[in-house]
């Protein structure tokens, strides 16, 4: 299976690490908030708990050597459709000092010998993002589940905290803990 991890401002990147404050709602994996979208409105998030995935899962992605040593995390979490059509997600996730490293696993393309087929859509099977498109056609009230890929870098240790909206400085609208 090919794919390609990018990394880039919009797909894999290093945030300066966000306050860990006790502003905001506090809630427990599995609760539900309502929070502002990315891009207005709002967005029921649940997060459903994150689990430790192995070194051994990243080897489908196209260069897994960039990787060697690290853990990967995976975070759960369901949208539930409020007011809002699209699925931008703004999660933070911390050790409780040092944010861990959002990675973004694009899906490829590859070439198959069906000629009905020429194509075909390959995704990282471990943790697969909440699909935009089911999201879009949901009726208000319903959810859609996803996952994303947390690395810890530079010093960060196993997560422990996902907080929402905490960026540029400001203080998390929810945070969640275990």
């Known amino acids: 299976m090919k794919l390609w991890a990018a990394c880039a401002a919009a797909s894999m990147c290093v945030i300066a690490v966000a306050g860990c404050g006790a502003s905001g709602q506090q809630l427990k994996y599995g609760e539900q908030a309502t929070v502002k979208a990315v891009r207005g409105g709002t967005i029921g998030v649940t ?4 689990e430790a995935g192995r070194n051994s899962d990243l080897s489908e992605l196209s260069n897994p050597s960039q990787y060697a040593g690290e853990t990967p995390y995976y975070l759960h979490y369901r949208l539930t459709k409020t007011d809002l ?31 009905d087929h020429p194509l075909s859509y390959h995704q990282f099977s471990k943790c697969v993002q909440a699909d935009s498109d089911e999201f879009r056609k949901l009726a208000k ?14 010093g960060a240790g196993a997560p422990t905290t996902v907080e929402w909206g905490a960026r540029d400085g400001k203080e998390p609208e929810v945070t969640w803990n275990r």
Not at 47 to 50: A, D, Q, Y
Not at 91 to 104: I, M, P, R, S
Not at 142 to 150: D, K, M, N, P, Q
């Open 47 to 50: 997060v459903l708990g994150i």
């Open 85 to 115: 059509v699209e699925t931008t997600t703004d999660f933070v996730v911390t050790d409780g000092k040092n944010e861990l490293t959002h990675l973004t696993v694009m899906g490829s393309l590859d070439a198959t010998a069906d000629p």
């Open 141 to 154: 009230g319903g959810s859609v589940e996803g996952c994303s890929i947390y690395l810890p870098e530079h």
